[in-house]
């Protein structure tokens, strides 16, 4: 396909890297002479220098015959105006970034109006996980399938879970309860198991289970289930307000320290049930002072990860809070997670996941659609949720019997709104939607978890 990226920021280049990655026609717009320069040479794809919004700009780039444009400059306002002359254009789908929070009640009748395909919110999206997280502190990351029926939950195993040393075919009958381990991450490595895979401590592993389930096997293994019951947010941003307004509403009391006054004043009037403290969030006495050591909860959103790490650091030596880190830059996946700092946020990989699953939905065959999409395990695998419109080679077959791709795993059907974790003589058929885990990228059709 080819797709038009408008705006070479973090998301657009982080967009461009992926879709790149999956064999599509990327072209590159910016206004910025600069950005274009720092695009790096290994990513494929047309640059073109100007204003997205030009007609002019956009024919050179190709709208004419794009299958997609997607605008994410810095201006929600231009995003919209780049989408519509798209439209004009061309007869492409659009996507564009809107992030103010005045928008967010008019972002339905923005798309209907202007004809827009999909509206992204990187800010509204992350606060999204950060309450999800909060809400099941136990997990390191949470993503949702089945409209919210299972969800695929990473935790780290440690000593007191008495898990070290058993293989997985054990878990259910030790743990009681019904859960499927998806992945296992051992320091560099990342493995999608088999029954008699060896656990360790230390190991992070991801489970797919309903809500129910997941609760009932960390529970008997001796993990917190229950939501906080409060929070210390540091950054008072766009994304501190949106997690905020999400929290209040799970009844979660909420605090931000926020270094400048008059958006603390703003923060007060827009949520005058929460405790807005005007303040350096870098002030250790500050923290300590406005109850860190009794949080039970702390987000760090700062506009600098260094500092946003930094905070979360000192908040694990002084506290037993439920940590969550913003990070923007990816350049240092590997030291961050070494750090063991609880659950790190990606906003633009959150973004990204939405958009290649969108991608992929439009260019598969008609068979059936990605549903979901998750880029997981530190980008190493997907989570894929397929709906199943018409029969195929995968379905009415025991799964015993589907000679499926290596390093790939069904970990779930969803049948008329019933989940079931799928056994050997269970089947897929018309109507499910189902879940796989697999480390080999870019599957947009069931019929690709056969081996060729």
Excluded: W
């Excluded at 439209?87 to 339905?108: F, M």
């Excluded at 136990?138 to 695929?152: Q, Y």
């Amino acid at each position: 396909m080819k797709i038009i990226i408008i705006g070479c920021g973090k998301v657009g280049l982080t967009l461009a890297e992926l879709l790149s990655a999956e064999n599509h026609d990327v072209v590159l717009v910016d206004s910025s002479s600069q950005k274009l320069q720092s695009i790096p040479e290994s990513l494929d794809g047309l640059r073109i220098l100007g204003n997205g919004a030009s007609i002019n700009t956009q024919l050179e780039a190709g709208v004419e015959d794009a299958d997609i444009l997607i605008a994410v400059t810095g201006s929600d306002e231009l995003n919209l105006l780049c989408c519509l002359i798209a439209k004009k254009a061309g007869d492409c789908h659009t996507i564009a970034r809107v992030r103010n929070p005045i928008y967010n009640k008019e972002l339905s009748f923005i798309k209907e109006k202007l004809g827009l395909s999909m509206i992204i919110n990187p800010e509204l999206t992350a606060a999204a996980e950060i309450s999800r997280l909060l809400r099941f502190p136990s997990a390191i990351k949470i993503d949702t399938f089945a409209k919210g029926r299972v969800e695929l939950l990473k935790f780290r195993i440690r000593p007191e879970f008495h898990l070290n040393d058993l293989p997985i075919h054990q878990i259910s009958s030790k743990t009681n309860s019904d859960i499927l381990i998806c992945a296992v991450e051992r320091g560099n490595e990342v493995s999608i198991p088999d029954g008699n895979f060896v656990l360790k401590d230390n190991d992070l592993l991801s489970i797919m289970a309903s809500p129910s389930h997941a609760a009932a096997f960390f529970k008997n293994i001796g993990l917190k289930t229950n939501q906080v019951r409060n929070t210390m947010i540091v950054g008072g941003g766009t994304i501190a307000y949106y997690t905020a307004r999400s929290l209040q509403g799970m009844k979660i009391d909420v605090r931000i320290v926020e270094n400048n006054r008059e958006r603390c004043e703003q923060l007060s009037e827009l949520l005058p049930e929460a405790t807005i403290i005007y303040g350096d969030g870098t002030d250790k006495q500050l923290l300590l002072e406005e109850g860190l050591a009794e949080a039970e909860s702390f987000v760090t959103l700062t506009n600098l990860d260094e500092e946003n790490v930094l905070l979360s650091l000192f908040a694990k030596e002084n506290s037993k809070a439920k940590l969550v880190t913003k990070v923007n830059k990816i350049a240092f996946t590997e030291i961050i997670n070494n750090l063991d700092i609880g659950s790190v946020v990606y906003p633009k990989y959150l973004i990204a996941d939405y958009i290649l699953q969108y991608i992929r939905a439009i260019s598969n065959s008609i068979g059936s659609n990605v549903e979901t999409l998750y880029q997981i395990l530190d980008n190493r695998a997907e989570a894929l949720e397929f709906v199943i419109r018409e029969k195929s080679s995968v379905t009415d077959v025991p799964l015993a019997e589907l000679k499926t791709q290596s390093n790939l795993l069904i970990c779930c059907i969803n049948r008329k709104g019933k989940v079931r974790i799928p056994r050997g003589q269970d089947s897929i058929q018309v109507g499910d939607t189902v879940i796989v885990v697999t480390t080999r990228k870019g599957l947009r059709d069931i019929q690709d978890i056969l081996r060729k």
